[in-house]
């Protein structure tokens, strides 16, 4: 809690473009109000009464034609990025549960491990079957092997959104947040 509430007094005295002291995190910015809720970590901003109203009115404003972020110029962190998905684990890489006519592809929502399934019966017996959904599978095609494509469901995160603030040393830290009530 205690690097938040350094970097919420840093914040709104950039914000306010006033020494901290004399500094209110009510007269900041509505992209700046955005910006240090959605980097309140614990609690999250949905537990700082604070944070309700600004981050209230950008969920309502979300709906809206037009909708533009509210963005907190004076700290340079822009718009927040969004990430819907967790990455995959080691030895998977990034797949698609759906791809359409020409080469348009779904949400990045599977994991893909590529396995070789044509063992030995001791060796099939000594280690435990792959979960998942065989998405392709060949055998032979110029080797020796049996390769098989289990596609697992990539998990989803949490707090799909995201701010890279630079620190007071220019090093963006990511916050993650979400916007769900």
């Excluded at 005295?13 to 955005?34: F, H, N, R």
């Excluded at 990025?81 to 020409?102: F, H, I, K, L, M």
Aim: contains cysteine; proline residues 9%; charged residues 20%.
């Amino acid at each position: 809690m205690k690097p938040f509430l350094i970097m919420v007094a840093a914040l709104t005295a950039i914000a306010l473009g006033v020494p901290s002291t004399g500094a209110k995190a009510d007269d900041a910015s509505w992209g700046c109000q955005v910006l240090l809720c959605a980097a309140s970590q614990n609690p999250s901003w949905h537990g700082v009464p604070y944070c309700v109203p600004p981050m209230t009115k950008l969920i309502a404003a979300m709906k809206e034609p037009g909708f533009s972020w509210p963005i907190c110029h004076e700290v340079k962190a822009g718009k927040p990025g969004r990430e819907n998905y967790e990455d995959c684990p080691a030895g998977t890489t990034v797949g698609y549960s759906s791809q359409g006519d020409g080469g348009w592809r779904g949400e990045p929502d599977q994991c893909i491990k590529t396995v070789d399934v044509c063992r030995s019966p001791i060796e099939r017996n000594a280690h435990t079957r792959q979960s998942g959904m065989t998405i392709e599978r060949s055998f032979g095609n110029g080797h020796d092997g049996c390769i098989q494509q289990v596609a697992t469901p990539r998990p989803r995160r949490a707090d799909p959104y995201f701010f890279d603030i630079p620190n007071d040393q220019g090093v963006k830290e990511r916050f993650w947040f979400n916007l769900d009530h």
